[in-house]
C-alpha cells in the first residue's frame, strides 16, 4: 500500500510539472531583453573573523611576493573562518517519556594559510557540545573536540615550476596530503576524514571526450569502517578514482581495496560506477543519476567487511512555470553493502531528509540509512520564496527491510529554512515515521540557527 501511495503522488507531481504553461511572468523564463552586468546587485563580501597580510579579495598588485628556490612564487594570506551552530532535537521513538531531548552547540573553525592560487596550509577543528534533557542523566552531557582538517595541498608545476617553465609538459598534477575530508561517489563509496594523499592529474586529453580526471588515493590513519562502536581500525586503503565528461553525461568509476587485519574487520574491495545526465521529456528536462556500488570480503564476510550491491537511482526537475524543484530517488540493496570508509551514518542520506541526520542531533536519520537486504524510496518538493532566502521541502519516503525481524518503515518529513542577511540563517524540520508491526511511531523536530565568522 505504502509504494502504491507514493507511486501516486509521484505521477501527480510529474503530470503537473510538464503540463503547466511557462508564460512570460514565469520565473524561470529566460528573458528576451538584453541586459547589463547589474554591480549594484552584488553583496559586499562578508569578510572572515580574522584577515592578516592581505584581504583575499583586494585591487592592485599583490602583496609580500617572493620566489623560492624552486621558481615558485608565493604571496601569502592568513584567513581564521568557520560557522557556530546550535539547535535543539528532540526524537520519541521509544514512546511517551521515553524520547531524547537534547541541546547541540557546534563550533567549526578553519585555519587557512594560503601561499599562492594553488597552495595552501589548512587546519580545521569541530568542537560539539550537548546538553541531554531527557531522559535525565548528569552524567549524559557531552564534550568533543576533534581536529577534521590538517593538510597541504600543491600543484606540482606551481611548487617545483622550473621543472615546466613553458607550461607544456603533463605534469598537471595537484597533491593534498595530511587529515582531510575525502569524499567520493557522493559518500556512497567514501565519507571519511583520513590521513591519506591524494595525487590528482586534471585535463587528461581523451579522444571522445571533454574533459576527464584521474585521482590515487592512500590512505593510512583514522579510518573509519562499519562497526558498532565506529572506531578507528588498523589499516591501509587504496583508491583509484576516474571521471569522464562524455556528450552530455558525467561518468564517475572508482575502485578501492581495504588492507584491514582480521582483528579490524577483513580485507574488502569495492567497485563503484555512477553516471550523471540530463534527460529531455515533455519540454522538461530532468537531472538524472544513475549508480551501482559493490562490496566484497576478500577473506569472506565480517561485520565490517560485506558481500554486497546496491542500485540508487535519482531524479529531479524544476516543474514548468516555477523555479521549485521536484525530487524523486530510489535505492536497492542485496546482500549486505558495505562502503569503503564512512565516518558516521549510512550511505543513503542523499535519498532525502528522513534518510539524513542534520549534523547536530545525535539520533541519526528518522529511516535508516544503512544498505542491508532492502529498497526504499523518497520523493519531495522543494518550493523557494522570499528571492530564495527562504525555502520549504516536503517529503514523503518508504523503505522495505528484507533483514531478519526488520521492521518496514513510512515516514513523512517537513523543513523550513530561511536566510538572515549574509551569515545566518534558521531551519526547523519535523518528521513523522511509521513503523510497522510496532505500537510506538516515531516522531522529532530538529531545529538549528546557524552564524558564519
Not at 580574522?50 to 583575499?56: A, P, V
Not at 624552486?70 to 514512546?95: C, E, H, W
Not at 576524514?193 to 590515487?216: D, K
Not at 569495492?270 to 553516471?275: F, G
Amino acid at each position: 500500500m505504502k509504494w502504491k501511495f507514493i507511486g501516486i503522488i509521484f505521477v501527480g507531481i510529474i503530470i503537473f510539472s510538464v503540463s503547466t504553461v511557462a508564460d512570460d511572468s514565469s520565473p524561470s523564463r529566460y528573458s528576451e531583453e538584453p541586459l547589463a552586468m547589474r554591480t549594484d546587485l552584488v553583496p559586499e563580501r562578508p569578510k572572515p573573523a580574522l584577515e592578516l597580510l592581505q584581504d583575499y579579495q583586494r585591487e592592485g598588485r599583490l602583496g609580500y611576493e617572493a620566489q623560492l628556490p624552486t621558481g615558485m612564487v608565493i604571496s601569502p594570506f592568513f584567513a581564521l573562518y568557520g560557522t557556530y551552530r546550535t539547535g535543539i532535537q528532540v526524537n520519541d521513538k521509544n514512546g511517551p517519556d521515553q524520547g531524547l531531548v537534547e541541546w547541540v552547540h557546534k563550533i567549526d573553525a578553519l585555519a587557512n594559510l594560503t601561499l599562492s592560487g594553488t597552495e595552501r596550509i589548512l587546519i580545521g577543528t569541530s568542537n560539539k557540545a550537548r546538553k541531554i534533557y531527557q531522559p535525565e542523566d548528569d552524567t549524559a552531557n557531552q564534550l568533543d573536540v576533534d581536529i577534521t582538517t590538517a593538510f597541504f595541498e600543491f600543484d606540482l608545476t606551481e611548487v617545483l615550476a622550473k621543472l615546466d617553465w613553458e607550461g607544456t609538459k603533463p605534469l598537471d598534477y595537484g597533491v593534498t596530503v595530511g587529515r582531510q575530508r575525502v569524499f567520493i561517489d557522493d559518500g556512497f563509496l567514501i565519507d571519511d576524514s583520513m590521513e591519506s594523499i591524494v595525487v590528482t592529474q586534471n585535463t587528461i586529453h581523451i579522444p571522445g571526450t571533454s574533459y576527464a580526471r584521474v585521482a590515487a588515493l592512500y590512505a593510512w590513519d583514522d579510518i573509519d569502517r562499519y562497526t558498532s562502536k565506529r572506531d578507528h581500525i588498523e589499516g591501509d586503503l587504496y583508491g583509484l578514482f576516474a571521471t569522464v565528461d562524455r556528450h552530455h553525461s558525467t561518468i564517475d568509476l572508482g575502485m578501492t581495496y581495504m588492507n584491514s587485519p582480521g582483528k579490524s574487520g577483513g580485507d574488502q574491495y569495492n567497485i563503484s560506477l555512477a553516471s550523471q545526465q540530463p534527460v529531455i521529456l515533455f519540454n522538461t528536462s530532468f537531472d538524472t543519476t544513475f549508480r551501482i556500488s559493490k562490496s566484497g570480503g576478500i577473506d569472506g564476510e565480517t561485520e565490517e567487511a560485506g558481500n554486497g550491491t546496491l542500485f540508487y537511482s535519482g531524479i529531479s526537475w524544476a516543474p514548468r512555470g516555477t523555479d521549485n524543484i521536484a525530487y524523486f530517488n530510489a535505492f536497492g540493496a542485496f546482500g549486505r553493502y558495505r562502503a569503503a570508509s564512512r565516518t558516521t551514518g549510512g550511505p543513503l542520506g542523499r535519498m532525502g531528509l528522513l534518510f539524513s541526520g542534520n549534523g547536530l542531533a545525535s539520533f541519526g536519520a528518522p529511516i535508516s540509512n544503512g544498505t542491508e537486504k532492502a529498497h526504499g524510496a523518497a520523493l519531495g518538493y522543494q518550493m523557494f520564496f522570499d528571492g530564495h532566502k527562504r525555502n520549504v521541502v516536503l517529503e514523503i519516503g518508504a523503505r522495505e527491510d528484507r533483514t531478519t525481524n526488520g521492521i518496514d518503515k513510512i515516514g513523512v518529513a517537513v523543513n523550513v529554512s530561511q536566510a538572515i542577511r549574509q551569515r545566518m540563517f534558521i531551519e526547523v524540520g519535523g518528521f513523522g515515521v511509521n513503523l510497522e508491526d510496532s505500537r510506538h511511531n516515531t516522531y522529532g523536530l530538529r531545529t538549528t540557527f546557524a552564524f558564519t565568522f
